[in-house]
């Protein structure tokens, strides 16, 4: 990108070529094109943390953003509405990269992020994702379910779309009908129908799902359960023979719950439907090729003596670090691995749900059942060398 930049005549369509293929070969998964009153500040997202990656004049922010809109297919004339669309980058040895973009207007000029949509993620595995032996199993018994609620939760950014395309991957057998509907659609998968939702043809979640149900299929995937109207017609759905695999907004597993009796849904109903509940986060891996081992000193034991964990960290304990190399940029870190806690709906967790408990009685019910916390699941994977504990403590608060 540097080298472009120095370039007396460089193109506007070179410089965004420039800045995709950059974002691309540092395994970025969004560039943010920020403009400010003196200039335009472009930042990575790598490995979920955005990164100051260079400045560009301001006198050429208008042509970067209409060749972005030409790109993907967006009004170039539109400058005080959001927009909305998608494209595919082509690189020169053949290789493909779709890209989505959203356009908002800002008080300095049009913002522009474009999502990295990587195909790697067709190829995961829940192994791969970082689920542990033992969730893979309950994951595993629970999509094998002819019926029934699978529900991923989480902030945005935590994994939960990847996590379900590959249980949808898991399913997809010719035996079987899977129908998604989706906003937007993050990846093409063969031999599944998905559906994009429309909101200004009306085909919303509600619309959409009862327009799937009319095509007789098995298992059926909501990108998000955003309202009640969803959420009952989801339930519903998982209710009358369906296998129904979506997301939803919620701290951690055991408040997934709570959060559908909020949204209207007769506790009967929740209790009888919902198979799992996936809590989970990303957090950064610990860079290979820097990693080195630290001893846990007796100001960290008393520091995270606080922290609720059934295996104590103490003064002695192995743990990893990255110091940092020219392969992690310095970072310590390359690459995200999940963390997870999968509440399974066991009899003592379904008469909780009629009783209406609260989240954090599920929770200890769950816990007791077998459960392991997301807190639990990053301080095993901070014992295996896979990522830290500042990490950790960084992205789950407690």
């Known amino acids: 990108m540097t080298a472009v930049l120095a370039q007396p005549n460089v193109s506007i369509i070179e410089l965004v070529d420039a800045v995709i293929e950059e974002a691309h070969a540092r395994n970025a998964s969004d560039i943010h094109i920020d403009p400010s009153r003196a200039d335009v500040r472009v930042r990575l997202r790598i490995d ?37 669309g998608r494209f595919r980058h082509n690189f020169k040895g053949g290789e493909t990269l779709d890209m989505r973009v959203s ?32 969730d893979r199993e309950k994951i595993t018994t629970a999509i094998r379910r002819p019926n029934g609620m699978i529900l991923s939760t989480g902030p945005t950014g935590s994994g939960k779309t990847t ?34 939702v429309n909101a200004r043809a009306g085909l919303t979640f509600a619309n959409g799902l009862r327009s799937i149900l009319r095509q007789d299929p098995n298992i059926i995937m909501v990108g998000e359960i955003r309202d009640a109207e969803t959420a009952a017609i989801a339930v519903n759905t998982a209710l009358t023979g369906h296998l129904l695999l979506s997301t939803l907004h919620t701290n951690d597993a055991a408040t997934t719950l709570p959060r559908l009796l909020d949204m209207g849904i007769d506790a009967y109903l929740v ?47 192995a743990f990893y670090r990255g110091k940092g190399c020219e ?18 709906a066991s009899p003592a967790i379904r008469d909780a749900i009629m009783r209406k408990a609260s989240a954090g009685e599920l929770r200890e019910l769950a816990i007791k059942g077998g459960m392991t916390t997301m807190l639990e699941d990053g301080f095993a994977k901070a014992r295996l060398g896979l990522t830290t504990i500042e990490e950790i403590l960084r992205v789950v608060h407690e």
């Open 103 to 134: 356009i908002a207007p800002t008080y300095h000029g049009e913002n522009v992020v474009l999502r990295l949509l990587s195909d790697k993620a067709a190829n995961f595995t829940l192994e791969m994702l970082g689920f542990s032996e033992a």
């Open 48 to 84: 979920g943390v955005l990164t100051e990656a260079y400045q560009l004049p301001k006198n050429i922010h208008n042509e970067v953003v209409s060749r972005v809109k030409v790109l993907s297919g967006m009004r170039t004339d539109e400058h005080q509405a959001t927009q909305d």
């Open 163 to 196: 996590s379900l395309y590959t249980m949808i991957k898991m399913l997809n057998e010719p035996e079987v009908s899977i129908v998604t509907i989706e906003d937007p659609i993050e990846y093409a998968v063969e031999d599944i129908e998905q559906i994009q």
């Open 271 to 317: 209790a009888s439907t919902i198979n799992i509940a996936i809590g989970q986060r990303l957090v950064r891996k610990i860079c290979e090729k820097c990693k080195e081992q630290v001893i846990a000193s007796k100001s960290i034991e008393e520091t995270l003596a606080i922290v609720p964990l059934k295996q104590p960290v103490k003064a002695g304990d």
């Open 327 to 344: 392969a992690c940029g310095d970072s310590g870190y390359a690459g995200r691995v999940c963390i997870s806690e999968v509440l399974v």
